[in-house]
């Protein structure tokens, strides 16, 4: 199977994606998700889905992203997936990478994002039978040839003793920083707080920790964000995380700020618990670059208004309102995934 024939059969799927017949079929595959996570809402899975067709999913993206790339393998290898499972869908890039790039793809699925994986894995073999023998669901991995994982740093451990003798991609935990001026807009709050809270915090993409000027007032962005709790709190487990860590700061007298979802509190770690939105002062753009580079092995992606701090760290840089919505050259962990698999 040529490449030609595998972009084709990816954009199918996108065409797929999109096409209004096909949008009762996927909200019963959301339903069926969430049933099975309940971290998974049926408006999220079906947002996911829409980003994988929107944003990776049509000709000109997939023409322009692998135009870099060898066209086929110098041999074809079998390439070992351990998938995330923390965001809807989220282990489709990889898969993407690996059967587009002409090698043959050993996944295990996340239990927690199986039903979603799984359906896109038996569209792709619908649109094209052929990709029935360069796909396989399994639970061992030992026939592959490479290996790309993705876990926490405790799974990552576990990872190198088991796939370090071979080629791969170990990825760890990592999470999204937001950069404030003081001078932001209600509209890019907004945004702001898709890049917080979609998918509830649970992605490496969302951000956790905002970086804010000395004195900085908070009261413009909890009020602007006020108005989307109960879409979180709606979730039982949300509302759980939300009532647990706003009673512990209560009793241990945490300072904090709390908008009825969100609580907000200075901490000099990076990952918040979910329902918790962390922050940092800073005092020059010096603070803010050495506080970056200290900590640039944890952290995914940097979200700033129009994303004008891009291009003054190596860190990826977003605008608000963009950090899950990745592109197909939005590699995680900075590791080009082509690039390796390109050069098996």
Same mark, same amino acid.
């Given at each position: 199977?040529?490449?030609?024939?595998?972009?084709?059969?990816?954009?199918?799927?996108?065409?797929?994606?999109?096409?209004?017949?096909?949008?009762?079929?996927?909200?019963?595959?959301?339903?069926?998700?969430?049933?099975?996570?309940?971290?998974?809402?049926?408006?999220?899975?079906?947002?996911?889905?829409?980003?994988?067709?929107?944003?990776?999913?049509?000709?000109?993206?997939?023409?322009?992203?692998?135009?870099?790339?060898?066209?086929?393998?110098?041999?074809?290898?079998?390439?070992?997936?351990?998938?995330?499972?923390?965001?809807?869908?989220?282990?489709?890039?990889?898969?993407?990478?690996?059967?587009?790039?002409?090698?043959?793809?050993?996944?295990?699925?996340?239990?927690?994002?199986?039903?979603?994986?799984?359906?896109?894995?038996?569209?792709?073999?619908?649109?094209?039978?052929?990709?029935? !023998?360069?796909? %396989?669901? &399994?639970?061992?991995?030992?026939?592959?040839?490479? *290996?790309?994982?993705? @876990?926490?740093? /405790?799974? $990552?451990?576990?990872?190198?003793?088991?796939?370090?003798?071979?080629?791969?991609?170990?990825?760890?935990?990592?999470?999204?920083?937001?950069?404030?001026?003081?001078?932001? !807009?209600?509209? %890019?709050? &907004?945004?702001?707080?898709?890049?917080?809270?979609? *998918?509830?915090?649970? @992605?490496?993409? /969302?951000? $956790?920790?905002?970086?804010?000027?000395?004195?900085?007032?908070?009261?413009?962005?909890?009020?602007?964000?006020?108005?989307?709790?109960?879409?979180?709190?709606?979730?039982?487990?949300?509302?759980?995380?939300?009532?647990?860590?706003?009673?512990?700061?209560?009793?241990?007298?945490?300072?904090?700020?709390?908008?009825?979802?969100?609580?907000?509190?200075?901490?000099?770690?990076?990952?918040?618990?979910?329902?918790?939105?962390?922050?940092?002062?800073?005092?020059?753009?010096?603070?803010?670059?050495?506080?970056?580079?200290?900590?640039?092995?944890?952290?995914?992606?940097?979200?700033?208004?129009?994303?004008?701090?891009?291009?003054?760290?190596?860190?990826?840089?977003?605008?608000?309102?963009?950090?899950?919505?990745?592109?197909?050259?939005?590699?995680?962990?900075?590791?080009?995934?082509?690039?390796?698999?390109?050069?098996?």
């Amino acid at each position: 199977m040529l490449q030609s024939e595998r972009l084709q059969t990816f954009v199918a799927l996108g065409d797929h994606l999109r096409s209004g017949e096909a949008q009762s079929e996927l909200t019963e595959i959301a339903h069926q998700a969430h049933q099975k996570n309940n971290w998974f809402t049926v408006d999220n899975s079906l947002n996911a889905l829409g980003a994988i067709a929107n944003e990776f999913l049509t000709a000109d993206k997939l023409t322009s992203w692998l135009s870099p790339y060898r066209p086929e393998p110098e041999t074809v290898r079998n390439i070992g997936v351990v998938m995330a499972g923390n965001i809807p869908a989220v282990g489709f890039h990889d898969l993407l990478c690996v059967l587009i790039s002409g090698h043959r793809l050993l996944a295990k699925l996340s239990n927690q994002d199986f039903v979603l994986i799984h359906y896109l894995i038996q569209k792709l073999k619908e649109i094209n039978p052929a990709f029935t !023998s360069f796909v %396989e669901e &399994a639970e061992r991995l030992n026939a592959a040839d490479a *290996y790309i994982a993705t @876990g926490s740093n /405790n799974t $990552s451990r576990y990872f190198e003793y088991y796939f370090g003798k071979k080629p791969n991609i170990i990825r760890k935990n990592r999470t999204s920083v937001g950069l404030l001026m003081g001078e932001e !807009s209600e509209e %890019e709050f &907004a945004k702001l707080g898709h890049d917080i809270s979609d *998918y509830y915090g649970l @992605g490496c993409r /969302n951000v $956790s920790t905002i970086l804010v000027p000395d004195d900085y007032n908070f009261t413009p962005l909890l009020r602007t964000l006020e108005p989307t709790a109960k879409m979180y709190l709606d979730n039982h487990k949300y509302q759980n995380n939300y009532d647990y860590n706003k009673s512990i700061y209560l009793i241990n007298a945490v300072p904090h700020l709390d908008n009825g979802y969100l609580l907000l509190t200075e901490n000099d770690g990076l990952v918040s618990p979910i329902s918790v939105l962390y922050y940092q002062t800073y005092q020059t753009q010096t603070d803010v670059l050495n506080w970056l580079s200290e900590r640039s092995e944890q952290i995914q992606v940097v979200a700033s208004a129009q994303n004008w701090f891009s291009g003054h760290t190596t860190l990826p840089g977003v605008a608000f309102g963009q950090t899950q919505r990745p592109g197909l050259s939005d590699y995680a962990d900075g590791v080009d995934t082509m690039a390796f698999l390109s050069n098996l």
